[in-house]
């Protein structure tokens, strides 16, 4: 019988490795789906999935067993996908500040590209709204876990509202209930603390 996810990640957790490749090979061609779907990009795709195995395998603590294990690895995936791709495309429009003005990589917590885009932004403004991202996660972060389960699913692992609703077992009405009070209440807060405002 099939070892529970919870059961191989504790064993995870207590440094055995036969766990850590039973887990690897349950959810690798899902991550590197989703990683070759984003990047495009075969070999890019490959080198992230190494990422996303390393994260698993440094902080499985993180995952506490509330929702699948392959969601939170394709939610890590996702948005390391995310940060290459910005990364990309800074260096590619602005090649010698993209050193300095880059996403930071290393952060697993990226906020989604619904919230921002960076395309067309100069380094001042590129600088700013890297701290209004810092704001806006930790407006997420305050959220329920209800709610702020919802945002990671749809806007962070891209989830359709059918999809979301299979993985957390309930109606899609409460996912789009929950979905449409978590962006209320995210832009009630932002309006709260002179998110998103220009300043005069």
Known sequence: MASSEAT?????????????QVL???HRDAVRQRLEGMLRDANAADDLVQEVFVRLWTRAEQW????????????IAT?????RIRSDR?????????????PRDEQDDAVPAWMIDEASLGPDEVIGRA???????????ELSEEKRQVID???GEE????????????????????????KRELADRGRQIGLGEEET
């Open 131 to 141: 701290e209004e991202c810092d704001r806006l996660r930790g407006l997420v972060t």
């Open 153 to 155: 699913m749809i806007f």
């Open 24 to 26: 690897f090979e349950r």
């Open 90 to 102: 800074l260096r590619r429009t602005r090649p010698f500040e993209s050193s300095m003005y880059a």
């Open 64 to 75: 506490r067993g509330q929702g699948s294990l392959r969601a939170w690895l394709v939610r």
């Open 79 to 83: 948005n390391l996908a995310l940060n």
């Open 8 to 20: 191989l990640v504790a064993r995870l957790r207590s440094g055995e490795t036969h766990a850590f």
């Open 159 to 182: 989830m359709d509202i059918a999809s979301a609703a299979r993985e957390l077992g309930i109606p899609e009405g409460t996912v789009k209930s929950r979905l449409h009070y978590a």
